[in-house]
């Protein structure tokens, strides 16, 4: 299982940022996918899905509206583009695989996180 997460990094509140998350060792077109976030001091929260054809999303209600997931599946990847992020979307970001839930103890494989600062 090879996911690995790109994209993090130091943003300004109000600001944007596009988290990329490419998968190179499973099938990935028929698998449904996901991000999550983690906080420090925080336990491991969903954040949004997206299934196999990328037709269906769901989203955490903090994001909603906010963050778009999508994925490429000719490319094997997975985005999510974050908008008017704000001071507690500070976290690491994980992207999962074989997400079938919103709860990441049902999470199939996870990448290595990517860093994502939000600075007032």
């Known amino acids: 299982v090879q996911l690995q997460a790109s994209g993090g990094g130091l943003v300004q509140a109000g600001g944007s940022l596009t988290l990329s998350c490419i998968d190179s060792g499973r099938t990935f077109s028929k698998d449904p996918m996901g991000w999550f976030r983690q906080a420090p001091g925080k336990e491991r929260e969903f954040v949004a899905r997206i299934n196999w054809s990328g037709i269906i999303t769901y989203y955490a209600e903090s994001v909603k509206g906010r963050f778009t997931i999508s994925r490429d599946n000719a490319k094997n990847s997975m985005l999510l583009q974050m908008n008017d992020l704000k001071s507690e979307d500070t976290a690491v970001y994980y992207c999962?695989?074989?997400?079938?839930?919103?709860?990441?103890?049902?999470?199939?494989?996870w990448g290595q996180g990517t860093l994502v600062t939000v600075s007032s």
């Open positions: 999962a695989g074989g997400v079938s839930s919103g709860e990441a103890k049902y999470v199939d494989a």
